[in-house]
């Protein structure tokens, strides 16, 4: 099983050089593929970082126009994935920047909590997926923690969702971000001390 997933990924990684070297060579076809591979995930990413359908529709098209724009100076071998969500990531910023937005916080700020494990934690991010058509309860649930995610200030949510949404790695949200591993790895830590109080003050609350 192990060997087959490593040749599919090989054989997926070969099939996207192909799509590169013939995209930077100006072929529109493969342009259109790589956008067609990528839209989907690039256009949740930035519905979950923004939350608002004008500043996500901005960043999501100037995503893909900077990469169309960026073909003569592409380097054809780097991985698209990553540079794509760095590109969007920064779309993304830059559209909370106008919105005057931006917030920080302070990882000596907060506390960790005691009574929530990451396990908890988790569970809860995942019911992010849960889509209106699910039982109720878990909808509402759902709701509640878009509704945290999009209350985090913007290196927070960023930082969680490239982490735990899209799977990067510390080693390429460094790269991405332009920051040491060590602080990609203490801001997801205050995202997710963060993300717990809110979440603990919801249920603890009895509104979900």
């Not at 494990?117 to 039982?135: F, G």
């Not at 309860?137 to 209350?151: F, L, P, S, T, Y």
Request: hydrophobic share 40%.
């Amino acid at each position: 099983m192990k060997t087959n997933i490593n040749h599919n990924n090989h054989k997926a990684q070969a099939d996207e050089q192909d799509l590169l070297h013939r995209y930077v060579a100006g072929d529109k076809e493969a342009f259109q593929e790589l956008v067609n591979r990528y839209k989907d995930q690039l256009y949740a990413f930035l519905r979950r970082f923004l939350n608002q359908q004008q500043l996500v529709e901005e960043a999501f098209q100037e995503t893909f126009l900077q990469l169309y724009r960026s073909r003569k100076t592409f380097e054809k071998d780097r991985p698209l994935r990553p540079w794509l969500f760095t590109i969007a990531a920064n779309k993304a910023r830059d559209a909370l920047r106008k919105q005057q937005r931006q917030e920080t916080v302070s990882i000596s700020a907060m506390a960790e909590p005691t009574d929530l494990s990451i396990d908890d934690v988790m569970n809860s991010l995942k019911s992010y997926e849960i889509t209106p058509y699910d039982e109720a309860a878990k909808a509402e649930q759902a709701e509640k923690v878009r509704q945290i995610i999009g209350d985090m200030p913007a290196n927070l949510r960023e930082i969680l969702l490239l982490a735990y949404f899209e799977q990067f790695s510390y080693k390429q949200m460094a790269d991405m971000l332009s920051i040491p591993i060590g602080t990609v790895k203490s801001r997801l830590h205050t995202a997710i001390v963060h993300f717990t109080k809110r979440w603990k003050s919801t249920t603890t609350d009895g509104n979900i």
